[in-house]
C-alpha cells in the first residue's frame, strides 16, 4: 500500500497576478504585472508531501523556514521577495511536523524529492542531513550562484553538505508529459518533465487505476484521476 500525506509547513501570501497571470504575457510582462497589482490572494498554505511506498519513506519537497522572518535571510536587493509573504512559526517546519507524526526527519526519511530548488521547497533542507536529495538535473543549473538568487532561490542558505543526486527525464512518456524519471525500481513514483519556464519537474505516484500527480510548485495535488482502493491520502 502507498499512503500520501500533505504536510503544511507555513503560509504564502502572493499577488493575485502570480497566481494567474495575464493571458498572452510574456515573462516580463506578467512579472511587471506582479509589481503592479496592489492585489494579495489569501494565505495559502505550503505544502510538503510524504510518501509512504514499499521501498521506503519519500518526502517531496522541505517547505520553507521560520527564517525567512530574520532580517537579512532574504535578499534585499531582490524585490522580488517583496511580492511574496511567507509566515512560518518554527514550529511549522517540516522537522518540526513530522516529529509531531512520530517520525525523526534525520533517519526515518530515505528520501527527500526536490521538484525545483525554489526557497520555499528548500527551506527545510537542514532537517534531513542523512537522507538521499534528489532533484531536476535541469533545474539545478539554473538555480546556483547569482543567476539562481535572482530568480527565487537561495543557494547560499543551502546546507554545506547538500549533494543533489541529479537526474535526467530519460525515461518514457506518462500521460500528457513527454519524459520522465523513476525514483523507485516499481516505476510507481515517477519524476514527469515540466516545460515551465524554471524547468523543473513535476512529481507523481503511480495507483492501479490511475495516477495521482504533485506539481512543480509543490502546494497542491495537481490531478487525482484515481486512486484505488491500496492507496490513501491525506492532510496533516
Given at each position: 500500500?502507498?499512503?500520501?500525506?500533505?504536510?503544511?509547513?507555513?503560509?504564502?501570501?502572493?499577488?493575485?497576478?502570480?497566481?494567474t497571470?495575464?493571458?498572452?504575457?510574456?515573462?516580463?510582462?506578467?512579472?511587471?504585472?506582479?509589481?503592479?497589482?496592489?492585489?494579495?490572494?489569501?494565505?495559502?498554505?505550503?505544502?510538503c508531501?510524504?510518501?509512504?511506498?514499499?521501498?521506503?519513506?519519500?518526502?517531496?519537497?522541505?517547505?520553507?523556514?521560520?527564517?525567512?522572518?530574520?532580517?537579512?535571510?532574504?535578499?534585499?536587493?531582490?524585490?522580488?521577495?517583496?511580492?511574496?509573504?511567507?509566515?512560518?512559526?518554527?514550529h511549522?517546519?517540516?522537522?518540526?511536523?513530522?516529529?509531531?507524526?512520530?517520525?525523526?526527519?534525520?533517519?526515518?526519511?530515505?528520501?527527500?524529492?526536490?521538484t525545483?530548488?525554489?526557497?520555499?521547497?528548500?527551506?527545510?533542507?537542514?532537517?534531513?542531513?542523512?537522507?538521499?536529495?534528489?532533484?531536476?538535473?535541469a533545474?539545478?543549473?539554473i538555480?546556483?550562484?547569482?543567476?539562481?538568487?535572482?530568480?527565487?532561490?537561495?543557494?547560499?542558505?543551502?546546507?554545506v553538505?547538500?549533494r543533489?543526486?541529479?537526474?535526467?527525464?530519460?525515461?518514457?512518456?506518462?500521460?500528457?508529459?513527454?519524459?520522465?524519471?523513476?525514483?523507485?525500481?516499481?516505476?510507481?513514483?515517477?519524476?514527469?518533465?515540466?516545460?515551465?519556464?524554471?524547468?523543473?519537474?513535476?512529481?507523481?505516484?503511480?495507483?492501479?487505476?490511475?495516477?495521482?500527480?504533485?506539481?512543480?510548485?509543490?502546494?497542491?495535488?495537481?490531478?487525482?484521476?484515481?486512486?484505488?482502493?491500496?492507496?490513501?491520502?491525506?492532510?496533516?
Amino acid at each position: 500500500m502507498i499512503k500520501v500525506t500533505a504536510i503544511e509547513t507555513g503560509k504564502a501570501r502572493m499577488k493575485t497576478a502570480q497566481r494567474t497571470g495575464r493571458e498572452g504575457r510574456g515573462g516580463i510582462g506578467r512579472k511587471i504585472d506582479i509589481f503592479r497589482d496592489p492585489n494579495w490572494v489569501e494565505p495559502l498554505p505550503i505544502l510538503c508531501f510524504l510518501i509512504e511506498h514499499p521501498e521506503g519513506r519519500f518526502l517531496v519537497d522541505t517547505g520553507d523556514t521560520w527564517r525567512n522572518s530574520v532580517p537579512g535571510y532574504l535578499p534585499g536587493w531582490n524585490p522580488f521577495y517583496k511580492q511574496v509573504q511567507i509566515r512560518v512559526a518554527p514550529h511549522e517546519e517540516v522537522g518540526g511536523r513530522l516529529l509531531a507524526m512520530g517520525l525523526d526527519p534525520a533517519e526515518d526519511i530515505d528520501t527527500v524529492i526536490l521538484t525545483h530548488f525554489h526557497h520555499d521547497h528548500t527551506g527545510g533542507l537542514d532537517h534531513f542531513p542523512r537522507s538521499r536529495i534528489v532533484g531536476p538535473r535541469a533545474n539545478y543549473a539554473i538555480s546556483t550562484g547569482l543567476r539562481g538568487m535572482m530568480t527565487g532561490c537561495l543557494p547560499q542558505r543551502w546546507p554545506v553538505w547538500l549533494r543533489p543526486e541529479l537526474v535526467e527525464m530519460d525515461g518514457p512518456p506518462v500521460g500528457p508529459f513527454a519524459a520522465s524519471h523513476a525514483i523507485t525500481r516499481d516505476r510507481r513514483i515517477p519524476a514527469r518533465a515540466d516545460a515551465g519556464s524554471c524547468r523543473r519537474s513535476c512529481l507523481g505516484y503511480r495507483s492501479r487505476r490511475g495516477h495521482d500527480l504533485f506539481p512543480g510548485r509543490g502546494r497542491h495535488l495537481f490531478a487525482s484521476q484515481s486512486a484505488g482502493g491500496e492507496d490513501r491520502r491525506r492532510h496533516q
